[in-house]
């Protein structure tokens, strides 16, 4: 993007991001070692998260007890450097840290490295990981740019060293994005990974395999080894040491379609916990720990995964939690519902952090489509996993709240809402138009989806007509759970002008090669 004022992130991996990679990050194919002796090591990477114009996130993870150290320099020499002392990590957060930076200077590019300290003693410290990011801009004129997309080793599919492992991350990272927007499904908790999966030719699609990934997720412990699986991969840990991540859940993180309140019929006998509402807390530690996010870390108080990042004066970024406040699985034809799929709380806050708005662009994040029917069949019943529920008429259950939404939006007459998802394994864009619908008061808006990032991919969702959405493109195979090496992987990237305010969505396959592409136009309620 010619309108960076400073250094391009992929510029870095030219010196110190490079070579510390190397020293701390095991190849494509070999677990970390968890070595006893010597010096504490942080083989799992670093990632950053929440960036504002003026702090961030930092994580890492240790082989055992120690300090966090993080460095920050303006240069990637590291010639000045200011020193944080963080976390001691130990076992009560699986030896995963978070320690946030702040008083950076906006809109510049941060270098940073991590070091863990024996606490017994400091002078005995690890390699250190370096990485990098850039703050969110006060100036309109430096633009943004962000990728999305979701589900990461789902069906079966998992790492692949004959495939080239998650190698989609690197795809993303050459677009040189400001952050990474990761829209649920981060891991596969209730899919088991298996040494091999037969593909249609007859071959076989070989994965890295681990304990906890052998079985569904219960125990805490195995939660947290299905966030440490994907970390094994060597295209992710590079993206996370050079890209933010903006993270939210759906349902995989704990078990398909779940929702508060379920119980795990007695004839699932792969769970010998019932309780889903257990293994989502459990589920909900163990994306804290491996995220840095804003979810409360342990004896924390109780925090809540919806937010809005502000990205500077041409964006606000609204992320949802569709799953966390949802009522039950229904046929979804109730004339009444004010749990909907984001509770009343959250609504009302998304319609005020909406109207105070003054970014150009509000990008809504949702972990799942709004007019695409996505069906719930575990408990042997026709229910309704998402929104939509087929019926083409007026708004019936969860579709009551979003029409309340889209109302409130037309008549305060808020601009530049565009609506981002995943969840359903294929790519596509879609329109909806108040002259199409069967609710009319609302003004046109799009809404894209993206992914799988490597997961089996699925067939088109059907449309549910309630709001008048048509489908301008698509792209999805004619079976189910194909897997990765068919080519359908995708992701979504955003990238908004700073001098004109248009923002252009580019949808894009694994190896990063367009689509589909569609250009918006600033200031407008609806187009």
Not at 9 to 37: C, Q, T
Not at 57 to 76: F, N, Y
Not at 402 to 424: C, N, P, S, Y
């Amino acid at each position: 993007m010619a309108h960076r004022p400073f250094p391009a992130r992929r510029s870095v991996l030219k010196g110190s991001l490079a070579a510390s990679a190397g020293l701390a990050l095991p190849a494509l194919g070999s677990a970390p070692a968890f070595a006893r002796s010597g010096r504490p090591a942080a083989e799992w990477g670093v990632q950053t998260g929440e960036v504002t114009r003026d702090s961030a996130l930092v994580w890492v993870r240790s082989d055992r007890p120690a300090r966090m150290i993080v460095e920050t320099s303006a240069t990637e020499s590291f010639r000045t450097v200011r020193r944080l002392h963080g976390p001691l990590v130990g076992p009560g957060t699986d030896f995963t840290g978070t320690a946030r930076l702040r008083g950076l200077p906006p809109g510049e590019q941060i270098h940073y490295r991590v070091l863990l300290a024996d606490p017994d003693d400091p002078r005995r410290t690890s390699a250190p990981v370096a990485g990098a990011f850039r703050t969110v801009p006060d100036r309109r004129r430096d633009g943004v740019r962000f990728v999305w997309s979701g589900d990461l080793a789902g069906q079966g599919w998992g790492i692949s060293p004959a495939f080239g492992g998650y190698r989609i991350f690197d795809a993303m990272a050459r677009l040189d994005p400001d952050f990474f927007l990761f829209s649920g499904d981060t891991v596969y908790a209730d899919g088991p990974i298996a040494a091999t999966a037969e593909l249609p030719d007859g071959s076989l699609w070989r994965n890295i395999t681990t304990e906890e990934k052998s079985k569904v997720a219960e125990t805490l412990a195995e939660f947290r080894g299905n966030f440490r699986y994907n970390l094994l991969d060597e295209h992710l840990r590079r993206f996370n040491a050079r890209v933010p991540s903006v993270v939210q859940w759906d349902d995989h993180e704990v078990r398909n379609n779940w929702y508060p309140g379920q119980r795990i019929a007695d004839t699932d006998t792969r769970y010998t916990e019932k309780s889903v509402d257990v293994l989502a807390a459990r589920a909900r530690r163990a994306f804290g720990e491996y995220f840095p996010g804003s979810t409360p870390r342990p004896g924390a108080r109780e925090g809540r995964m919806y937010r809005v990042l502000r990205q500077g004066p041409l964006l606000d970024v609204f992320v949802l939690d569709m799953r966390t406040y949802r009522n039950p699985n229904s046929p979804g034809d109730q004339a009444t519902d004010p749990q909907g799929i984001l509770g009343r709380e959250q609504l009302d806050w998304l319609k005020r952090e909406l109207a105070r708005s003054r970014a150009v662009w509000k990008v809504i994040a949702a972990d799942m489509p709004i007019g695409l029917i996505v069906p719930d069949t575990t408990e042997g019943r026709p229910h309704v996993e998402a929104v939509a529920q087929g019926d083409p008429g007026a708004p019936l259950g969860r579709e009551l709240q979003i029409a309340e939404l889209l109302r409130f939006v037309k008549h305060r007459r808020i601009t530049g809402t565009v609506w981002l998802t995943a969840d359903v394994h294929h790519t596509s864009a879609q329109h909806y138009q108040p002259s199409r619908a069967a609710f009319g008061d609302f003004e046109p808006f799009w809404e894209f989806v993206s992914g799988p990032l490597n997961a089996g991919a699925f067939p088109a969702s059907e449309l549910d007509a309630t709001f008048g959405p048509e489908r301008v493109w698509v792209k999805a195979p004619t079976a189910s759970n194909v897997s990765p090496a068919e080519g359908y992987q995708f992701f979504g990237e955003v990238d908004i002008d700073g001098g004109s305010g248009e923002l252009t969505v580019r949808l894009r396959d694994m190896d990063g090669a367009v689509l589909f592409r569609k250009t918006l136009q600033p200031g407008l309620v609806g187009q």
